[in-house]
């Protein structure tokens, strides 16, 4: 299988059989690869396309390839996903976007609570922000998609939810325990909805002032069974269910 890669510049402006030289990511994957001229490589940009591509020229610091072919791919989930989540403690981030980029989810929104124990702002917000963009884009490569899951700035909760437009048309859950519907209620009324925004908390969960914060934004509270999920597990958990409602 050709080695899929995360091109970010329009690929549609460029001719099929014109050269160009792979950005300083891409073309370190190639070089890593240990791949020659005459290789073949798939590209994507992010528009939803793919295209087939050959390693035309190998240099200390250039690759260059030709567009060969360009191909449609679709392979979204048919509901919108975004997961809205207090970032847990340590790098379980990471396995968040990964994982969730893997199973469809459109966007991440990385939020702090009154509970949450990492607190990022400015430069360091900026940072992670970054790092956990190249997560999702690592991950769409290996997975076959071809739009990467989009990594918002990181907020607070309470200005989130304050620029929440009150009329979207979307469904709105909120993971909780407490006076929650189970999931499978809320998903089967959501079966013609196209975009579904999933709220989860930090260790120890939302507080009562956030949640009740959360519902006045037409967030419904749904439970996820008996068990207490961890903060990492717990969005993943809906995305996989969801996800695999489609398949």
Request: hydrophobic residues 45%; contains cysteine; aromatic residues 4%.
């Amino acid at each position: 299988m050709a080695a899929r890669l995360f091109v970010e510049q329009p690929l549609g402006a460029v001719g099929l059989e014109d050269e160009l030289a792979l950005p300083s990511g891409a073309a370190r994957h190639v070089q890593v690869l240990r791949l020659q001229p005459g290789d073949e490589v798939t590209l994507f940009d992010g528009s939803g396309d793919e295209w087939t591509a050959v390693v035309t020229a190998m240099g200390r610091s250039e690759v260059r390839v030709a567009l060969k072919a360009r191909q449609a791919v679709d392979r979204e989930l048919r509901r919108a996903v975004t997961l809205a989540v207090v970032m847990p403690a340590n790098d379980r981030m990471d396995g968040i976007v990964e994982k969730a980029c893997e199973l469809g989810a459109v966007a991440i929104q990385p939020l702090m609570s009154e509970r949450s124990v990492l607190r990022l702002s400015g430069d360091r917000a900026d940072k992670k922000r970054a790092h956990w963009q190249g997560v999702a884009i690592a991950a769409a490569e290996q997975c076959g998609r071809s739009k990467p899951l989009q990594v918002a700035p990181v907020k607070t909760l309470a200005s989130w939810l304050a620029e929440l437009p009150a009329d979207a048309d979307e469904q709105r859950w909120l993971l909780s325990p407490v006076a929650a519907q189970p999931l499978s209620s809320l998903t089967s009324a959501s079966s013609d909805t196209q975009r579904i925004t999933v709220l989860s908390g930090p260790e120890g969960g939302l507080s009562q002032v956030e949640e009740q914060s959360a519902r006045s934004r037409g967030f419904s509270a749904a439970k996820l069974g008996p068990r207490i999920l961890r903060a990492d597990t717990a969005p993943l958990a809906v995305l996989g269910w969801l996800a695999l409602s489609e398949a």
